[in-house]
């Protein structure tokens, strides 16, 4: 077996150099490929890499270990770290729930006809603006006035009976005494001023009844809003409790929703 032998024993851990040193004309020329190597199959370039990526790794660990280290003392001890402590308060937040909703007016009522006639013209349309106790529909008040008149006529009628059967009352209560009339000709005569007095009293109730009925001719807005909807044309013949107009009031606007238990 020749001395280089050695260099090819895979269980030899030294290169043994000796032969080389001491006959070194005996290896030259020969090329480089077939000088045994223990480094033979790696690179040694790969190899001193490896090395040097180890080194660099166990340096990186060192640095690193110091640096978790040095949060403690020489003891071993953490240090204490600073904190703020603040006290807990509570507060409301706001709740926002997405839904859907009907707008509806603040106030909403259907003018109706409270006497019977033919409309004469409407004042409002759909869509107007008006105001508290404004004319809105005006029924032809002829009848009506007609009326207001004979109850008038009748009160001043039962006016001139009333003075009438009060001279006569006056006087027989003078005569009375005086045995000029007899008791009975004084009760008729009181009788007939008490009449008088009541009858009056119902023609007056009677005039008043035709002044409203005449008022109620003329339809009025009961608070300011806007006209929804007309329901009457001129010339139409409209009975008590007829529709005529829908007046709503839009200050403020109101909105129906509906919540679910989740949503509060």
């Not at 199959?41 to 790969?46: N, V």
């Not at 990186?60 to 280290?69: A, D, K, T, V």
């Not at 009844?209 to 806007?226: D, M, N, S, V, W």
């Amino acid at each position: 077996m020749n001395e280089l032998e050695i260099i090819k024993t895979p269980k030899n851990k030294h290169l043994n150099l000796k032969p080389l040193i001491q006959n070194p004309d005996k290896f030259r020329g020969e090329p480089l490929s077939k000088t045994p190597s223990i480094f033979e199959g790696t690179p040694f370039s790969q190899l001193v890499g490896r090395k040097i990526i180890l080194i660099i790794t166990i340096l990186i660990l060192f640095f690193l270990q110091s640096g978790c280290s040095s949060s403690k003392d020489k003891t071993g001890i953490e240090k204490p770290v600073a904190v703020e402590i603040k006290e807990i308060q509570t507060i409301d937040l706001p709740v926002d729930v997405e839904t859907t909703g009907r707008l509806s007016p603040n106030r909403e009522v259907m003018l109706m006809a409270e006497v019977s006639g033919a409309v004469k013209t409407y004042f409002a349309d759909m869509g107007d603006s008006v105001e508290k106790n404004q004319a809105l529909v005006k029924i032809n008040p002829v009848d009506y006035q007609l009326a207001l008149n004979e109850a008038k006529a009748n009160l001043a009628s039962a006016q001139a009976q009333l003075d009438l059967a009060k001279k006569s009352y006056e006087r027989s209560k003078i005569l009375l005494p005086r045995d000029v009339i007899s008791k009975d000709t004084f009760e008729k005569s009181e009788s007939q001023y008490k009449a008088a007095l009541a009858g009056i009293n119902r023609v007056k109730a009677m005039v008043d009844i035709a002044q409203e009925r005449l008022k109620k001719t003329i339809i009025r807005a009961p608070f300011p809003g806007l006209v929804a909807a007309r329901m009457v044309e001129v010339g139409q013949t409209i009975g008590a409790g007829q529709p005529a107009m829908n007046i709503i009031d839009l200050d403020p606007i109101r909105i129906k929703i509906s919540l679910s238990e989740k949503d509060y």
